[in-house]
T-cell receptor
Framework: KQEVTQIPAALSVPEGENLVLNCSFT??????LQWFRQDPGKGLTSLLL?????REQTSGRLNASLDKSSGRSTLYIAASQPGDSATYLC???????????FGKGTMLLVSP | KAGVTQTPRYLIKTRGQQVTLSCSPI?????VSWYQQTPGQGLQFLFE???????NKGNFPGRFSGRQFSNSRSEMNVSTLELGDSALYLC?????????????FGPGTRLLVL
């Protein structure tokens, strides 16, 4: 059974810091991995989608990497801002369809 | 383009009742997936519908069911509610539900079972 683990569970940083969120998964036979953001009481917003054949994806200040063989992904956030405060979730796709297995998330707080 | 909408946004029920939640996908999207989010278990996949057919199902009891209509709108039903069913229920839509597509999530329906 696929298990997805995210470390740390919570992170508090001052504005302007660069930071890394970690995600690990037990089954390397994934189709892709996605990073989402969830604001309190709201749904999920997709940030980056990395296909299994890719090593990284970038969007603005965000960069996500994928190492299938080691079962790891990282989300790098550059020059963090208070508006980045949210819970960040990673999810892997095993089925080829839209079924996702999620980690429990990292709650990020960026202080001004 | 309007996003994924879910109704109602909040719901309070008592044990033993049943509940129906609704999800309207983004226009043109034919795949709808449902997830349950709780503090203890996190986000767990319930089921996925495509073209009115259930294509995938998660590990939930038969009290959880769903359906999809010809206009791609989807409903999920939970019968004989238990306290543990209290959760945020999220639906997500994509064009055809294949893994390469980004999924777009709705704001969720928060269900409280008393």
């Amino acid at each position: 059974k696929q298990e997805v683990t995210q470390i740390p569970a919570a992170l508090s940083v001052p504005e302007g810091e660069n930071l890394v969120l970690n995600c690990s998964f037990t089954d390397s036979a994934i189709y892709n991995l996605q990073w989402f953001r969830q604001d309190p009481g709201k749904g999920l917003t997709s940030l980056l989608l990395i296909q299994s054949s890719q090593r990284e994806q970038t969007s603005g200040r965000l960069n996500a990497s994928l190492d299938k063989s080691s079962g790891r992904s990282t989300l790098y956030i550059a020059a963090s801002q208070p508006g980045d405060s949210a819970t960040y979730l990673c999810a892997v796709n095993l089925s080829g369809y839209s079924t996702l297995t999620f980690g429990k998330g990292t709650m990020l707080l960026v202080s001004p | 383009k309007a996003g994924v909408t879910q109704t109602p946004r909040y719901l309070i029920k008592t044990r033993g009742q049943q509940v129906t939640l609704s999800c309207s996908p983004i226009s043109g999207h034919r795949s709808v997936s449902w997830y349950q989010q709780t503090p203890g278990q996190g986000l767990q996949f319930l089921f996925e519908y495509f073209s009115e057919t259930q294509r995938n199902k998660g590990n939930f009891p038969g009290r959880f069911s769903g359906r999809q209509f010809s206009n791609s709108r989807s409903e999920m039903n939970v019968s004989t509610l238990e306290l543990g069913d209290s959760a945020l229920y999220l639906c997500a839509s994509s064009m055809t539900g294949v893994s390469q597509e980004t999924q777009y999530f709705g704001p969720g329906t928060r269900l409280l079972v008393l």
